[in-house]
């Protein structure tokens, strides 16, 4: 079985929680950034797709550069888990799972990048999804709250007995 985590990080900390939950899934899981992530193969059982929430939603062109200017990595500016998604094939046999980050002061907000990426996966046909969840933040640079290393490497975990 083999299972890719695709991964949009501004500041480190959804990174941080994609390799908490590779860690969880086990040895064939393989953590990749979204900006070098290449298509779905076919081989591919699992995917995992983590992003940061912005605006109640996945990140977006317009705004990455609002994060950038926050002190967000360049480097992630250009592309992100919503670009990569639409790029994608249908893969009806695939299970997905969506997390993604979010400031833990704003907990009952609505709106979320998981939500968000789990539709989009529906509306490709991306197989179905098996899991969704959120791990908070300190604030807009982070870092993740006590805690949620731990959540994020249990929920990989919870992931890899549910496929």
Do not use: C, K
């Not at 480190?12 to 590779?22: D, L």
């Not at 992530?37 to 059982?45: E, M």
């Not at 797709?49 to 002190?71: E, L, Y």
């Not at 997390?99 to 609505?110: E, N």
């Amino acid at each position: 079985m083999r299972t890719w985590v695709v991964v949009e990080s501004m500041w480190g900390n959804t990174r941080q929680g994609a390799r908490a939950v590779a860690e969880g899934l086990g040895e064939d899981a393989q953590v990749l950034d979204v900006a070098q992530a290449p298509r779905l193969t076919g081989d591919v059982d699992l995917l995992v797709i983590g992003g940061p929430t912005h605006a109640f939603s996945m990140s977006r062109a317009s705004t990455r550069p609002d994060a950038v200017r926050q002190g967000g990595a360049a480097t992630a500016e250009a592309t992100g888990i919503r670009e990569w998604l639409a790029a994608q094939e249908r893969a009806p046999q695939l299970a997905v799972a969506t997390f993604d980050t979010r400031v833990a002061s704003m907990r009952r907000l609505p709106g979320s990048a998981a939500r968000a990426a789990a539709r989009a996966a529906g509306r490709r046909h991306l197989g179905h999804v098996v899991g969704r969840e959120s791990f908070y933040v300190t604030g807009v640079s982070g870092p993740l709250a006590d805690g949620e290393v731990d959540r994020a490497r249990e929920w990989g975990r919870t992931l890899r007995n549910a496929r």
